[in-house]
């Protein structure tokens, strides 16, 4: 049997549960598209604070420690010489290529060759990545689970062996293509399915989790769930992280190869994983529609961001120097914080030169 077969034979059989939360998620999808009427200036600072938010969480989860705040800092070309390099050369990878699916996702075609160059990408200033950037991998590699120290405590599951990889990618992507043309199951199976067979296999040496996240955002973008880059994925994956690894091993020992030649099951349960999945992406539906309230932008700021707020909420008016002496934010960051305050409506300015200050609205 073909994996084309059994990927088309796991999606066949799903629960009612599965068909409830994807009914669910539709709704809010509606919803999102017909009150979507936030101002193109939010939108991009919401963009720009999900570029952040994402990149860090999605970094995080693969044991690198740099925080959101570090991230912004790191993006504003700030040193950040108390980091690994290699922590400061993925995040910056990862953040470059997310806005690029997300300012360019209508013309990004799915195939292998834009995977590899994904994956090159997002790599392109590992220095110690040369050698393979976008090149599947040349030898044998697992999915570790690794600590908030970035400590690998345990091996999840074992992936597809290098022999077999190049065909492996080549039926998945094909299977996924012609999925999406046909339509035959709801989009939000074949990504699913896409993401977790990708993780199976695990085609790269290195920085497997961090494309399938991107990827993740490419196809939602391209299936029609046009709020992804206003509400971070990865940060949900990332405050999910051990059920992500739970479900990814619930299922990932279902698909195991067995000597290199044949399924150990020959009806993959790809349920545990669907479950996590849809409900991520249900969670992130729930906070896409929130959003259509302007009150709810604010869930979105930095932490930089939401320190200036919360500290003007606390006074009548302040001036920057007040509020980077307060909040400990570098007074730069603050004039910049000030102007994202005002576009979105939060506070307003008083005053012109030495005598400015700011207040809540």
């Not at 999102?32 to 995080?60: C, D, E, F, Y």
């Not at 022999?163 to 339509?183: D, N």
């Not at 977790?196 to 399938?212: A, Q, T, Y």
Request: no cysteine; proline share 3%; glycine share 6%.
């Amino acid at each position: 049997m073909t994996d084309i077969t059994r990927f088309d034979q796991r999606l066949e059989s799903l629960p009612a549960n599965i068909l409830t939360l994807i009914g669910s998620i539709d709704e809010l999808k509606g919803r999102w598209m017909a009150g979507a009427n936030l101002h193109p200036q939010i939108l991009s600072r919401l963009k720009q604070s999900v570029l952040i938010t994402s990149t860090g969480a999605s970094t995080r989860i693969e044991g690198a420690k740099l925080t959101d705040s570090d991230v912004e800092d790191l993006m504003r070309g700030i040193s950040m010489q108390k980091f690994k390099d290699r922590d400061v050369q993925e995040v910056k990878g990862y953040f470059e290529l997310l806005k690029n699916v997300f300012d360019s996702w209508q013309s990004i075609k799915l195939n292998e060759g834009t995977i590899k160059h994904f994956h090159q990408e997002i790599l392109k200033y590992v220095e110690k990545d040369t050698f393979h950037r976008g090149q599947y991998k040349a030898t044998e590699n697992k999915v570790q689970m690794v600590d908030a120290k970035g400590n690998i405590v345990g091996t999840i599951f074992d992936t597809t062996p290098v022999y077999l990889t190049p065909i492996k990618m080549q039926e998945l992507v094909e299977w996924t293509i012609k999925a999406i043309k046909e339509q035959k199951y709801h989009p939000l199976l074949i990504i699913a399915n896409f993401v977790v067979e990708f993780l199976k296999i695990h085609p790269f040496r290195d920085g497997n989790g961090r494309i399938s996240r991107i990827l993740t955002n490419l196809l939602m973008l391209q299936a029609g769930y046009l709020y992804m880059p206003y509400i971070s994925h990865e940060k949900l994956v990332e405050e999910k992280k051990q059920e992500y690894y739970v479900a990814l091993r619930k299922t990932q020992i279902t698909l195991q190869l067995n000597s290199g030649q044949a399924f150990k099951s020959e009806k993959a349960d790809i349920v545990p994983w669907l479950t996590f999945f849809l409900n991520i992406i249900l969670d992130q539906s729930k906070q896409a529609v929130e959003l259509l309230n302007a009150d709810n932008v604010e869930k979105t700021l930095s932490g930089k961001q939401l320190s200036v707020l919360e500290y003007l909420q606390k006074v009548k008016e302040a001036t920057p120097g007040d509020i980077a002496e307060n909040t400990k934010v570098a007074r730069p960051t603050v004039n910049q914080v000030l102007e994202k305050l005002i576009s979105i409506k939060k506070i307003e300015r008083i005053g012109m030169g030495r005598s400015t200050r700011y207040r809540i609205l």
